[in-house]
């Protein structure tokens, strides 16, 4: 039997990023083929107050950072969400749709410096203003596994191409 928990977190920082808008950013921070400029974005971000900068100590050395945040422009989710690469309709689980049961999510960057309790970050895909709620450091050794399987996305790859984007979409 499942035991229903509720969760409440204060975000320990914002982002602050040149996307004002969902239709501006790219769909993965590594995808930025189609986008306007056609770079990887820079951000800051800004740690909260009611943090110690001794919470940032040793982040220096470490190269890319996991960013957990929450999509906080969301507007409920559906079960099934047509991805923006094309094909049919997938489960949302089996999708990095930022439409979710919770609305979670996870985006790894690159940690360009630390200042203070400023982080200077490349390679974006998140929103001005997104609430972060965490930080973790990348460890290559336990976060990559590039020979894993990707499912549906493995043969999205085999048709359109591994790096294929969609680029920026017209406002509707």
Do not use: C
Request: hydrophobic share 35%; proline share 9%.
């Amino acid at each position: 039997m499942i035991h229903e928990q509720h969760f409440t977190y204060r975000p320990i920082g914002l982002l602050r990023s040149p996307y004002s808008r969902r239709i501006d950013a790219p769909h993965q921070s590594t995808v930025v083929a189609g986008t306007e400029t056609g770079d990887f974005a820079t951000a800051t971000l800004e740690l909260q107050d009611w943090l110690d900068e001794k919470a940032v100590q040793d982040l220096g050395g470490f190269q890319r950072l996991w960013l957990i945040f929450a999509f906080h422009l969301s507007e409920g989710w559906k079960s099934n969400v047509k991805p923006p690469r094309g094909g049919p309709k997938r489960g949302v689980l089996a999708t990095r749709s930022p439409h979710r049961p919770n609305s979670i999510g996870l985006s790894a960057v690159e940690l360009v410096r630390v200042e203070g309790k400023t982080l200077h970050l490349r390679g974006v895909d998140l929103l001005d203003g997104t609430p972060i709620l965490d930080i973790k450091p990348y460890v290559p050794y336990a976060d990559a596994f590039p020979e894993s399987k990707a499912g549906w996305i493995d043969e999205m790859d085999a048709k359109v191409g591994r790096y294929f984007a969609p680029g920026p979409r017209k406002p509707r």
